[in-house]
């Protein structure tokens, strides 16, 4: 079945940034200055946060051919002889650069090479002796199959990026490291929900919830508000698409709630105007698809009405695919409040 449009939440890519701050260094002082990210802009991003895996916003993107280079040079056969670790940690952060890259170009062929940085990395890094470099690769190795499984829609890559994850979360506990915890929770989560749209049945649906539930168990609004409502907005995605998979409208109300919760944090926490949109626009979309299969043509009024009021208050924060989906769920909700 066809399933329903759903807006998602990336979160950030501490590994991306940690790649771009350990590497700008070796291109000397001026290029410090020019990695700078242009803080002059003054429209808001209305795409913050919904690119993919590799945004980040502490860097400047151009600085990033330039960076790959330098690392790509450093990788002599001479430097993994004298200094394995500091090697892996090499191809790790060329690995993340190639991934980021390949989002930017979307260029299956980068994020290859940056899958095989990994792999190198991985034939340096064992469980045994370097068990939390290993864990790290292991995350960044997922993160970039996923990402390239998600443009492919390769199922193979999305079950090997949850194999990685999983492989990740052998090191990781939610007692010692829960950040890093929550943060593979949340991933493997998504990887689930992508890997579930290209199978049949509800099973791999069904474990992307529990494993953002898992993340959200870690996550407060005080320390962690844009991964805490990425989480209930992603949960909330899953959810729907589960309630439409199974056609049962208890689902869909959790979605419901699901999103609703990730408004309230986008709200009291003040973060970026569009991600609050994006959660009613998603809020929305569902309670649509609870209509459709109630048929409650009080419920489609309803909706028709919500999507109008979203373009009318909030033009400025919509992303122009997302109002061409709000204009088409208009025609959907009121044909559906009056033809039933």
């Not at 979605?255 to 959660?279: D, G, K, M, N, W």
């Amino acid at each position: 079945m066809k399933l329903s449009q759903t807006y998602l939440f990336y979160p950030h890519n501490k590994a991306l940034e940690h790649a771009l701050a350990n590497s700008i260094g070796r291109l000397g002082d001026e290029w410090v200055e020019a990695a700078a990210p242009d803080t002059q802009v003054t429209v808001a991003d209305n795409f913050l946060y919904t690119r993919g895996n590799y945004e980040q916003h502490r860097f400047s993107s151009n600085i990033l051919d330039s960076v790959r280079e330098a690392l790509e040079i450093s990788l002599t056969d001479e430097y993994r002889h004298q200094e394995p670790s500091a090697w892996a940690e090499t191809q790790n952060s060329l690995g993340n650069i190639l991934a980021a890259q390949g989002q930017q170009q979307r260029d299956a062929s980068l994020y290859e090479k940056a899958i095989q940085c990994f792999n190198n990395a991985l034939d340096e890094y064992n469980r045994e002796k370097s068990p939390l470099d290993w864990a790290a690769t292991q995350y960044n190795l997922g993160t970039a199959m996923q990402a390239l499984g998600r443009q492919m829609d390769g199922a193979k890559l999305l079950k090997a990026a949850i194999d990685a994850y999983t492989n990740a979360l052998l090191e990781w506990s939610r007692k010692e490291t829960p950040e890093k915890w929550a943060s593979a929770m949340h991933q493997l989560g998504a990887t689930f929900h992508a890997h579930g749209k290209l199978l049949k049945g509800n099973r791999t649906f069904q474990k992307s919830v529990v494993a953002y539930k898992n993340a959200l168990a870690v996550l407060d609004a005080d320390n962690y508000a844009f991964e805490l409502a990425a989480a209930h907005n992603n949960c909330g995605a899953v959810l729907q698409h589960l309630g439409e998979s199974e056609e049962n409208p208890d689902r869909l109300e959790e979605a419901i709630r699901s999103y609703e919760t990730a408004l309230t944090v986008c709200l009291e926490q003040q973060l970026p105007i569009h991600l609050a949109v994006l959660c009613r626009v998603n809020r929305s979309t569902v309670r649509s698809v609870l209509a459709e299969l109630t048929k409650d043509t009080t419920l489609a009024h309803e909706v028709a009405d919500e999507f109008e009021m979203i373009i009318e208050c909030f033009p400025h924060a919509l992303q122009p695919l997302c109002l061409k989906h709000c204009e088409e769920q208009i025609h959907k909700a009121k044909c559906a409040s009056t033809c039933h």
